[in-house]
């Protein structure tokens, strides 16, 4: 190991354990839900009024996520999570390991790149995601144009889009074992790309509360000061919320397993008049449901084709009006 140490300039490289890089990247991936789960509360006190913005929710998330991790990336020279796990990220000048030079500070296109890859590939992903998801529920419910263009379009895009997830973990995997070997200082083929590796980040000398309520004393209290505490209030706050965003993960999954069996069975609802009379029928069309389709947040059974185009228009239940997206539709396959 001192032959390889014997080489780095600029910096001390200390490689953080595998654990550490994925639970950084554990915890990234709750924060999209979590900003989801947030605006869909507070939209919900008024949904009559603000229901069209849960139409904008992923472009709402790229908007926050750029801000956030610019912030971060500018101050700590990392993303939010890795800040939160005491990383940084350092530039490999020298891709090879036994003759690598790692300067502290990231370029301007690195920091860009950097922004790019944790902040719009995200909402990339996700963008194709759900259209491959529509793609295969108008599969399965036979609703297929039936142009020969547009179905060798979705077939392209289902399989290449299975094709690139799974090179994509393969990579993934394949540079985790190179980094865990130390054959690698990569602990992922997109830092590869970036020539960005990650080491722990050294503590930053900041002014305590005492500090700052001296200079209040004596009237030399700034508005650098006042926008640092700013800063700071708010950034912890956030990482306030990231660690109780980890424990609930935690806590969801010790308790996945529970045998549910085991609890007590609460009594059934009352079924009121409503759901009385659209008992055996869509609510929308009247008629028998054709694709039985449940919307969960109010539990009444919908045509596909019925609720899928009054959700994706009004963004609510047509019949209690509870805020409602096309995730909480759920098909169920009833024998007939």
Known sequence: ??????????????????FEILAQKSLASTLEPAFKKVLSFL?????ER??????????GYLLFN???????????SASFSETFYGLKRIVVVNSETSQSELKEKLSRKQKILSLISLALLPYLKTKLAQLILKYQFEEADGCVTQGRLQRLFRKCVIRGHLILF???KS?????????ISEESMYPSSLLRLLRITLTYSEPQSTQTIMDL????????????????MFQRTVTSCLELGAFFLQFLSWWNQENYMTDLMNLPSPPPPDVSKTALRHKGTCPLC????????VLMVSGFVFCYQCILSEVRENKRCPVTHYPATEDDLVRLYIDT
């Open 1 to 18: 190991m001192a032959e390889k140490g014997a080489y780095l300039t600029g910096t001390v490289y200390n490689r953080p354990t595998l």
């Open 43 to 47: 939209v919900s006190f008024n949904p």
């Open 50 to 59: 603000y229901r069209h913005v849960l139409q904008w929710e992923d472009e």
């Open 66 to 76: 750029i801000l956030l991790q610019r912030y971060y990336l500018r101050k700590y």
């Open 166 to 168: 799974t090179l994509y």
């Open 171 to 179: 990579l993934e995997i394949y540079s985790y074992i190179l980094y």
């Open 213 to 228: 309520l001296n200079k209040l004393k004596h009237n030399s209290f700034t508005f650098d000061d006042g926008w640092d």
């Open 286 to 293: 009247h008629m028998p449901q054709r694709i039985h389709t």
